[in-house]
């Protein structure tokens, strides 16, 4: 079956530690898509790619970082520079070129302890 | 800056009955919009995509755009319980991979 994989499921980071998330797709999609949810926030845009070794800044982009080495994986490193980790983060993903929407793993819940 | 809006709810709603949930977008250059449905804890599912002026149905669910008002709502016929959720609508500019803009949701419940 096709689809996006995310984990861990839930995750717990120490003050001043970084982490990463992992997002893994086998729909050979050539965008891939970090947001990060918080109550009442909506989603917002941490980073994103649309093709290997190359990626560009959203609109909340300080505190994380990515990388894109192959096609299929986009892994999500929440740096300690991020002083509100604490959010539910959902990676996506979606052909480019025409206007399609996002398919979402199911997303990995970071708190802070 | 481009800006999603959606009254945050909650929308209650009758079993059966039809739900309407709007959505304005800043944007004149918005191409592609869709409305995705999210459970509590779980992630966004697409249910409805529409790139035209005019009425879009599949099944229950209808998609509504109007590109001169800067509005597409999402109209629920026959609202079951199952319903019950919080829906997003996401707006896209041309067919580029730089993202969807999301609004922050409608929270809508299904009253038995």
């Known amino acids: 079956d096709g689809g996006i994989t995310q984990s861990p499921k839930y995750l717990f980071r120490k003050e001043g530690q970084n982490v990463t998330l992992s997002c893994e797709q086998n729909?050979?999609?050539?965008?891939m898509y970090w947001y990060r949810q918080d109550p009442g926030q909506g989603l917002r845009l941490i980073y994103y790619?649309?093709?290997?070794?190359?990626?560009q800044k959203g609109d909340i982009a300080e505190g994380y970082s990515v990388s894109r080495e192959k096609k299929e994986s986009f892994p999500l490193t929440v740096t300690s520079a991020q002083k509100n980790p604490t959010a539910f983060y959902l990676c996506?993903?979606?052909?480019?070129?025409?206007?399609?929407?996002?398919?979402f793993g199911s997303g990995t819940r970071l708190t802070v302890v | 800056q481009k800006e999603v809006e959606q009254n945050s709810g909650p929308l209650s709603v009758p079993e059966g009955a039809i739900a309407s949930l709007n959505c304005t977008y800043s944007d004149r250059g918005s191409q592609s919009f869709f409305w995705y449905r999210q459970y509590s804890g779980k992630s966004p599912e697409l249910i409805m995509f529409i790139y035209s002026n005019g009425d879009k149905e599949d099944g229950r669910f209808t998609a509504q755009l109007n590109k001169a008002s800067q509005y597409v709502s999402l109209l629920i016929r026959d609202s079951q319980p199952s319903d019950s959720a919080t829906y997003l609508c996401?707006?896209?500019?041309?067919?580029?991979?730089?993202?969807?803009?999301f609004g922050k949701g409608t929270h809508l419940i299904i009253q038995p």
């Open positions: 996401a707006v896209k500019i041309g067919g580029g991979a730089d993202g969807l803009t």
């Open positions: 729909l050979n999609h050539d965008a």
């Open positions: 996506a993903s979606s052909p480019t070129g025409t206007a399609f929407g996002y398919t």
């Open positions: 790619s649309q093709i290997v070794n190359d990626f």
